[in-house]
């Protein structure tokens, strides 16, 4: 394995870790919900009005930032090296994958585990090896 020392950033990362932990306390002290990403879109499926307004405003959040980002920063190239096919059966197993971890690792890995919550812990760390394993397989058995 080999670093990229161009593009090794820890201070950004170091920021953009302390951002998303701020808004996700925020989230929290203000608002009284987690802030995992499968959990409030699910609720945009089946809406109840009271939520609505919030769940739209944040989702909306999530897609109006890096456009206003895009205006004042050059962003990162975005490489995807698979096909749509592969990306589409991927993209529903997160889906499902989150159904059944009942959240995602935003609400299980940033929130879950800043509580100590054993259940998003446990949660945590399944995500982890699913990754490591299917890269793992991926890459070094089935040789893509």
């Given at each position: 394995m080999q670093i990229d020392w161009a593009s090794f950033t820890p201070w950004s990362a170091v920021?953009?870790?302390v951002i998303i932990g701020v808004a996700v306390a925020m989230f929290v002290?203000?608002?009284?919900?987690i802030a995992g990403i499968s959990g409030i879109i699910g609720g945009l499926v089946r809406p109840t009005y009271p939520d609505l307004a919030w769940r739209a405003a944040f989702v909306l959040?999530?897609?109006v930032a890096p456009v206003i980002y895009a205006r004042i920063a050059l962003l990162p190239a975005i490489e995807i090296d698979a096909n749509y096919p592969t990306t589409i059966v991927a993209?529903?197993?997160v889906g499902v994958g989150t159904r059944?971890?009942?959240?995602?690792?935003s609400g299980h890995g940033v929130c879950g585990?800043?509580?100590l919550s054993p259940r998003s812990?446990?949660?945590?760390?399944?995500?982890m090896a699913a990754g490591i394993a299917t890269v793992f397989v991926v890459r070094h058995v089935a040789g893509f």
């Open positions: 920021i953009g870790g002290l203000v608002n009284g919900r959040g999530l897609l993209g529903l197993l059944y971890g009942a959240g995602c690792t585990v800043s509580r812990l446990v949660a945590t760390l399944s995500f």
